[in-house]
T-cell receptor, first 114, second 114 residues
Framework: DAMVIQNPRYQVTQFGKPVTLSCSQT?????MYWYQQKSSQAPKLLFH???????NEADTPDNFQSRRPNTSFCFLDIRSPGLGDAAMYLC?????????????FGPGTRLTVL | AQKVTQAQTEISVVEKEDVTLDCVYE???????LFWYKQPPSGELVFLIR??????QNEISGRYSWNFQKSTSSFNFTITASQVVDSAVYFC???????????FGGGTRVLVKP
């Protein structure tokens, strides 16, 4: 089945220690998104890639970076995690990046910062 | 600016009862899309339905039904004969046709008790 995969499902890191979260997709979609979801809140878009074009949201902290080495994979790098970065990180994909397309989400990575 | 409001933060029902989740939205765009996603305790956001602004037909899918009323800017979701597996947080979301950013409501937590 075509799907969005995220690894690991659970990640524990220490305050200030860089961490990388991974997302891959078999849907062959052009667009990949990263969302942050804190407890009892709605997902918040951090950035997205349309093919190789990176689009950052204005309020995304510089501490968050992303890489997309090919169509299938996208990474979220948190350079110096703080306690406030503990959250669920959701990856999503869509075909064209326009509203006409549905965004399909992966299972998420739950990040704990100690 | 777009806004989605889910006034009910939590609903508790007994199995086999019907439950209706309210969603009210604001947008200045004439063409837009509305979505419902389900987020079970595992964390994955599961796509349920997409409706475009020109299609006000109600839709039924098994025990799920959706009522879109453009006149009141509402897109309500009903679960008929609820089951324990329906326990989850449900998000209503909006995106404009030419956009790529989902605007989520705050979510409604549904608890179905046996």
């Amino acid at each position: 089945d075509a799907m969005v995969i995220q690894n690991p499902r659970y990640q524990v890191t220490q305050f200030g220690k860089p961490v990388t979260l991974s997302c891959s997709q078999t849907l062959n979609h052009n667009v990949m998104y990263w969302y942050q979801q804190k407890s009892s809140q709605a997902p918040k878009l951090l950035f997205h890639y349309y093919d190789k074009d990176f689009n950052n949201e204005a309020d995304t902290p510089d501490n968050f970076q992303s890489r997309r080495p090919n169509t299938s994979f996208c990474f979220l790098d948190i350079r110096s995690p703080g306690l406030g970065d503990a959250a669920m990180y959701l990856c999503a994909t869509s075909g064209s990046g326009e509203g006409t397309d549905t965004q399909y989400f992966g299972p998420g990575t739950r990040l704990t910062v100690l | 600016a777009q806004k989605v409001t889910q006034a009910q933060t939590e609903i508790s029902v007994v199995e086999k009862e019907d439950v209706t989740l309210d969603c009210v939205y604001e947008t200045r765009d004439t063409t837009y899309y509305l979505f419902w996603y389900k987020q079970p305790p595992s964390g994955e956001l599961v796509f349920l339905i997409r409706r475009n602004s020109f299609d006000e037909q109600n839709e039924i899918s098994g025990r799920y039904s959706w009522n879109f009323q453009k006149s009141t800017s509402s897109f309500n979701f009903t679960i008929t004969a609820s089951q324990v597996v329906d326990s989850a947080v449900y998000f209503c979301a909006l995106i404009k046709a030419a956009g790529n950013k989902l605007t989520f409501g705050g979510g409604t937590r549904v608890l179905v008790k046996p």
